[in-house]
């Protein structure tokens, strides 16, 4: 249903592609690892960035669009004073007065000051978050994997037992 949408036909065979809707080990650690990384980059279009690349490095698409909201209008406030914070630090420089509000004010004139230090944290957060979020689901799909196999022995001996 989604291939045939008429809005998205323009894409043509990319939405062909398995791994962007199938659930594996790997497009589902992709998919979370991009939408995390995208979430940590406050840009506009964080959705249809992390959809792109989740089409361009064929892992799973749904996956990808949903974890980027883990940043949102509630969370991304808190969010962009503790990357300035962190950027700041990083760069070893003392960090000025910060107050964050979206606003066009805001984005047009009190963001010239500070982008340096929240480039950096944003940065940061983006790659430590994605490489986090790659290798707990590789993990949770490797112990699933574990109890699964291990059930399944159980079961196994169990049945040669009667």
């Known amino acids: 249903m989604i291939r045939e949408h008429r809005n ?3 894409l043509g065979d990319i939405l062909h592609d398995p791994n962007i809707f199938h659930l594996t080990k790997r497009s589902a650690a992709g998919g979370v690892s991009l939408g995390l990384f995208w979430a940590c980059i406050p840009v506009p279009g964080q959705m249809l960035l992390s959809a792109i690349t989740a089409i361009f490095f064929k ?3 749904p996956l990808s669009v949903v ?3 883990i940043t949102n209008p509630i969370t991304i406030p808190p969010y962009i004073f503790i990357a300035y914070k962190t950027g700041a630090w990083l760069l070893n420089i ?3 007065a910060f107050q964050f509000e979206m606003s066009l004010h805001w984005f047009t004139e009190e963001l010239m000051g500070v982008w340096q ?3 950096l944290g944003c940065l940061t957060y983006a790659i430590l978050s994605a490489v986090t979020g790659y290798l707990v689901i590789r993990g949770l799909w490797r112990i699933t994997a574990v109890f699964k196999w291990q059930a399944r022995k159980t079961k196994q001996s169990n049945n040669k037992k009667s």
């Open 8 to 10: 998205l036909r323009v």
């Open 59 to 61: 892992v799973n698409l």
């Open 67 to 69: 974890t980027v909201w």
């Open 94 to 96: 003392p960090p000025g």
């Open 117 to 119: 230090p929240l480039l």
